[in-house]
């Protein structure tokens, strides 16, 4: 099994993340962070960018 979370770097999103990561660790399974954007749009400052991807969510 693995751990699906959706992230945006906002309040909301970094507490499904830390919630991700305790569920992970509480069944010791990976988490997998999913990152999108509009369809039309390859940057939006709405969505996690490279320095938030890079950071450990412990």
Do not use: H, I, K, W
Request: hydrophobic share 45%; aromatic share 6%.
């Amino acid at each position: 099994m693995t751990v699906l979370v959706g992230y945006v770097p906002s309040a909301l999103g970094e507490a499904a993340l830390a919630a991700a990561v305790e569920e992970a660790r509480f069944r010791d399974e990976p988490v997998l962070v999913v990152n999108t954007s509009r369809g039309d749009a390859y940057v939006d400052p709405r969505f996690a960018q490279e320095p938030d991807l890079d950071r450990d969510p412990s």
